[in-house]
């Protein structure tokens, strides 16, 4: 009784303190509700049976009532594809929910997620451009360099290393720093920048403050570059365009290239890799069929979905979504993990990692419609590259602790591991039993 009147009145200050000048602002709680955690906890590297559980029952779900706000979680695959391509009945704009001022550059939200059109449109059509495969082709080149350094580096601290820290962050960094043209001098604050974005254990204010810092970072790029445009995507947008896009703006763009890459890749590639080596045929596979990384990439992004949930969506009005009853200003989340495994899709063992899965590449794991990753290709491009080159480089490769003993994060929009520790080479008692 006194645990449950405790957490009451925790929670009724949280409120009275983030509602105090009228109306919800997540960018001032210092905590998120247990009741809205579902979409983002998982046991290992699977999501919680209850996501599962409310798919198969209710595709679009109510998750809870919160400060005057329901709450909806759409996890049925077909459910997913129809909200995230609705931009007529949903709206992205989280403006109203962060109390921020778009005149203050800091509290600016920026980016692509959280913008409907006409601005959408016509900031989309900026970055697009910069992700032809004709401009990304150009890229293969460095991202190959990069993955080699990086192993190169691994092998030389080896026989056991950290995938995390040594190699999946780095890689990521590495690309989108020279992508958007970042000089050399300002890349160490600029590589901190990344992880506490997704960490949702501190509430808002540990999203919202961490976003704000790194829109800043990238503000001060893009006036340096203003009067010096530099190789990278920020110099070549500014050379274009001109005074037609703002500092802000361009710096928004910047901030979701940097979001949309960074945090999910490094994730991407260090999972990716333990999953790889939960059987040594993944790899051998690897090696012994080189289109099959294709395959096994897609099957990767859809068994993992590392970006749990997609950019939430508010309804514009009431109306009926798929037999329930959704009222105007209702948050509405798609999971996107819930929806990658959906049975009715990808098969009675879509709940397993299967590298010769015919229909991976239906899933939703960069999202869909015209908030969809833009970056997806130069995605797979750098997940193509860097487990064919583990592959090769390190054909022994293997835990160097039972997978029991790591640590996964616990409630994160973008899901990770805090480290994997691997043995670079057989060891002598795995050499003599071969």
């Not at 579902?38 to 595709?59: F, S, T």
């Not at 778009?102 to 451009?129: Q, V």
């Not at 969809?372 to 064919?388: D, K, N, S």
């Amino acid at each position: 009784m006194v645990a449950t009147y405790l957490k009451r009145w925790v929670g009724n200050r949280i409120l009275s303190r983030t509602t105090r000048k009228g109306g919800l602002d997540l960018s001032k709680m210092r905590m998120f509700p247990s009741s809205v955690s579902m979409p983002l906890r998982r046991q290992g590297l699977d999501p919680v049976p209850a996501l599962a559980q409310v798919r198969e029952a209710e595709p679009v779900h109510k998750l809870a009532h919160l400060f005057g706000l329901n709450v909806w979680v759409v996890s049925g695959h077909a459910e997913a594809k129809a909200v995230l391509a609705d931009t007529t009945n949903f709206s992205n704009d989280i403006r109203p929910l962060v109390g921020s001022d778009p005149n203050k550059p800091s509290e600016g939200i920026g980016g692509l997620g959280f913008t409907d059109p006409p601005d959408h449109t016509r900031l989309r059509k900026l970055l697009t451009p910069e992700f032809t495969k004709r401009k990304l082709a150009r890229l293969e080149p460095a991202i190959e360099k990069i993955v080699n350094d990086q192993l190169d580096l691994m092998e030389a601290k080896g026989p056991v290393v950290d995938i995390v820290s040594d190699f999946a962050f780095n890689v990521p960094f590495l690309l989108i720093a020279d992508l958007l043209g970042v000089e050399e001098q300002d890349r160490d604050r600029f590589r901190a920048l990344g992880p506490a974005r997704f960490d949702l254990s501190g509430g808002g204010i540990g999203v919202f403050g961490s976003a704000s810092e790194s829109r800043d970072f990238l503000f001060e790029i893009v006036r340096k570059q203003r009067t010096n445009p530099g190789d990278g995507l920020i110099g070549s947008i500014i050379r274009e365009q001109g005074d037609e896009i703002d500092d802000i703006e361009l710096g928004g763009l910047a901030d979701g290239v940097f979001l949309g890459g960074y945090e999910t890749s490094a994730s991407m590639l260090a999972l990716g890799t333990l999953v790889l080596l939960r059987d040594p045929k993944n790899f051998e596979l690897i090696r012994t069929e080189p289109g099959s990384v294709d395959g096994i990439v897609e099957e990767l992004l859809r068994y993992l979905t590392v970006v749990q949930v997609a950019f939430p969506r508010f309804a514009r009005h009431d109306q009926e979504l798929f037999g329930q009853q959704v009222k105007k200003g209702d948050l509405v989340a798609v999971s996107l993990s819930g929806a990658d495994r959906d049975k009715e899709i990808f098969g009675a063992d879509a709940e397993d990692f299967y590298p010769r899965r015919t229909v991976s590449s239906a899933h939703l794991a960069f999202g869909h419609g015209m908030h969809r990753c833009v970056g997806a290709e130069l995605a797979r491009m750098e997940l193509r590259a860097a487990f064919t080159a583990l592959a090769h480089r390190f054909p022994d490769l293997s835990l160097a602790v039972p997978e029991e003993q790591l640590r996964f994060r616990d409630f994160s929009i973008v899901y990770g591991v805090e480290a994997l520790p691997v043995q670079l080479q057989a060891t002598f008692t795995n050499q003599a039993a071969v």
